[in-house]
């Protein structure tokens, strides 16, 4: 197998909110090789954009709590001074963030923003701007010319999108963080990012982490999958497996609720209940309440991470009784 | 038959571009142009197209969030080009919008409770009867009760989300607009939302436009698909029929480049449309679609192509139209 690039290991976060601890993120150990996409798919909430920023060192600050490692290329990146973070950020790893209209300036002109970026590698100017126009060209932005001198509030919610990717492309990191990248794009600009994030996958060997809900997306690029719940990884393994036989309760019934039919055939199936908000860890296991299989134990142990194979892992106590779920 | 919930006649928004912070040229983005489209009430019209075709647009002029270039609205009984002040405080009382970047239409500084209640207090609701409403519109989008405390910036993508849709549906609306109301969703949370905004068409007979790129909620949800292209409607009719036998190329074209969904299909020989997306500004005459068209013919090319009725609800702008009996 290739390099491992980045490793998560025993990463745990709390926010400190009204009333005590948030635990957003609990024991998250997971990978990520040289060209190799790992998708992280799960319940709105779960802490996938927690685990996100604080890999980029960029959580709020003040009012979180971080405890494990986060290693990239054999350093532990929590260890590193603020120096150290900016050298690497956007240049090593890169990011694609959620919500483009938090991280663009809405005062200036968004092929400017894109050359900011460039510059940073000290290419010259007219260089630089002919480099953002052919970036906008990549990631078919319409009028190039005319979007690179317009202002955010100017673009459509797909433009501003792409102007996020047109950025990251200019960098060409090792590592790329693309969290819910495509949610504005139609379907036929989706494949051709899509292209686009397979090339960097195959030229440059780049590694991938890809937070989203689309299973579309994880189905056409992913090669592994981490499915989160409240905070834990709750099953990871090789795409196609959990595709064809997932093995957490949750995971069985997320495949299950993808919209494949009509309202004339009836609901959508759902999963009852909601996700608590977990103040204070305590044992047990975050999904008992809304398990159809939950035993007793599952409410006073933690479920520990059980290998089913070397490959592929189940935070679940059916692993050990040697049970299936099967909704 | 009782007239449309909401009509519209030749809409039309024109952006200039804009050369500096305070300068324009005097091109122009043609984002919705001429668009003619009814929805009954009690129907839910999902509303699909190429990002940058104008469905924000559209969805911001019918909220009177941005002023119409050109056309003519009328949006329960009200024409949005002549309406008194009492008939507009009438329409923002019905119409409630989720919005496709929820977070920048929260204020920071409120909590999730007070951001629910401004608009029920705004409307004359006595606040300890906002107050009970937050809580039950909080349940019905799946939320755990304490989050009501909490401020947008301690909240996730698809939290966020479904404060807008629950602080939508806090003032009992007749119209809802949603951009975009799952996309930040996990697939059974998303579920459990399509599932509540279909239970409130049965229940209040609620108007819904839909729009979104996610092709299997647009087909599960709708009772009839739009779909838009470079600021035109191209096609409209039955969810059933747009979905599955479009007429339109465009149309059919999207449908055809829709994710597969399991990844055993991977390589399986996909029909992407080719071309780039054309621009809004620099506009020929003739379809639109011409340049990535594999249909077209020299007729499509010196005119624009009339809208043609193929059945009873269904209309499609094309000089070709596929799948006609
Ligand atoms: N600054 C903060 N202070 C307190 N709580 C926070 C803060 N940021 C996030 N949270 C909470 O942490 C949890 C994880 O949030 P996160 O944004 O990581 O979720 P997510 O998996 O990215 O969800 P989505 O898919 O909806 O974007 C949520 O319950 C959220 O409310
Ligand atoms: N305030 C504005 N000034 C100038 N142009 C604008 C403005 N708002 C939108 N536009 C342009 O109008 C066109 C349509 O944008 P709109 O946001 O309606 O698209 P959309 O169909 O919602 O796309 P998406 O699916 O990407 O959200 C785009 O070319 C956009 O750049
Ligand atoms: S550990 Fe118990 S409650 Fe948790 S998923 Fe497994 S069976 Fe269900
Ligand atoms: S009018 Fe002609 S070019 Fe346009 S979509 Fe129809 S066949 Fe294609
Ligand atoms: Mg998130
Ligand atoms: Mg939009």
């Known amino acids: 197998m290739s390099e491992e690039l980045l490793r998560l290991e025993h990463l745990s976060i709390d926010y400190k909110v009204k009333g005590g601890y948030l635990s957003a993120v609990n024991d998250v150990n997971l990978s990520v090789h040289r060209g190799e996409i790992l998708a992280v798919v799960g319940e709105s909430g779960c802490g996938k954009s927690t685990i996100a920023h604080s890999i980029m060192n960029l959580l709020p600050g003040g009012n979180e709590e971080i405890e494990g490692k986060i290693i990239f290329k054999g350093d532990d990146l929590r260890t590193y001074s603020r120096r150290q973070m900016e050298a690497i950020r956007g240049k090593d790893i890169g990011m694609i963030f959620q919500n483009p209209l938090d991280s663009l300036n809405p005062v200036y002109k968004t092929g400017k923003q894109v050359e900011e970026a460039i510059l940073l590698d000290g290419i010259d100017r007219v260089q630089a701007w002919n480099k953002v126009l052919d970036l906008y060209r990549d990631v078919k932005m319409p009028d190039a010319e005319v979007r690179a001198n317009s202002f955010p509030h100017e673009l459509s919610g797909g433009m501003r999108q792409r102007v996020m990717i047109a950025m990251m492309l200019s960098r060409n990191p090792e590592l790329l963080i693309a969290d819910e990248p495509t949610t504005a794009l139609d379907v036929t600009i989706e494949a051709q990012i899509l292209e686009i994030i397979k090339d960097l996958k195959k030229t440059y060997d780049t590694a991938i982490m890809l937070i989203t809900h689309n299973f579309g997306l994880v189905a056409e690029v992913a090669d592994k999958i981490a499915v989160m719940y409240a905070g834990e990884v709750i099953e990871y393994g090789d795409v196609y497996e959990i595709f064809e036989k997932p093995l957490h309760p949750y995971t069985t019934l997320l495949m299950k609720a993808l919209p494949r039919k009509t309202k004339h055939e009836g609901r959508l199936q759902t999963i009852d209940g909601n996700v608590p908000r977990i103040l204070d860890k305590k044992p047990g296991c975050r999904f008992a309440n809304r398990c159809p299989y939950a035993m007793e134990r599952c409410q006073s142990e933690t479920p520990p991470e059980i290998y089913v194979s070397e490959e592929h892992k189940c935070r679940c106590f059916l692993m050990e009784e040697g049970k299936e779920a099967d909704a | ?325």
């Open chain 2, 1 to 325: 038959m009782s007239a449309p919930m909401i009509e519209m006649k030749d809409v039309q928004k024109y952006f200039r571009v804009s050369k500096g912070l305070f300068k324009t040229s005097a091109e122009q983005v043609k984002a919705v142009d001429h668009i003619t489209l009814s929805v009954e009430e009690g129907e839910i019209v999902g509303l699909v197209g190429e990002s940058g075709s104008g469905k924000t647009t559209l969805a911001r002029v019918l909220l009177s969030l941005t002023k119409m270039t050109g056309g003519e609205a009328v949006i329960d009984g009200v024409n949005l080009g002549k309406a008194s002040h009492r008939d507009m405080d009438k329409l923002h009382r019905e119409i409630a919008v989720v919005f496709q970047d929820p977070a920048s239409n929260l204020n920071p500084r409120e909590t999730v409770e007070s951001s629910i209640m401004r608009p029920m207090i705004i409307h004359g609701v006595p606040r300890s009867k906002a107050k009970e409403k937050a809580k039950e519109v909080l349940e019905m989008v799946k939320m755990d009760l304490k989050y009501l405390d909490s401020f947008p910036h301690q909240l996730s993508g698809g939290q966020l989300q479904r404060i807008a849709i629950a602080r939508a549906l806090a003032l009992s609306p007749k119209i809802m607009i949603l951009d975009e109301p799952t996309s930040a969703l996990d697939v059974s949370v998303q579920a459990q939302i399509l599932n509540l905004l279909l239970d409130l068409q049965e229940q209040m007979h609620l108007t819904y436009i839909i729009i979104t790129h996610d092709l299997n909620v647009i087909k599960y949800i709708s009772d009839k698909i739009a779909v838009m292209y470079l600021g035109q409607l191209v096609e409209f009719g039955p969810a059933d029929v747009v979905g599955n036998h479009p007429s339109h190329p465009y149309t059919k074209g999207l449908m055809d480049a829709a994710p597969i969904l399991d990844p055993r299909d991977r390589g399986k020989e996909k029909e992407i449309m080719k071309g780039d997306p054309g621009s809004l500004i620099d506009l020929k005459s003739g379809c639109r679609f011409y340049a990535r068209c594999r249909y077209a013919t020299d007729e499509c090319k010196d005119k624009d192509p009339d809208n043609v009725i193929l059945a009873p609800g269904h209309q499609v702008a094309c000089v070709h139209p596929l799948n006609i009996e």
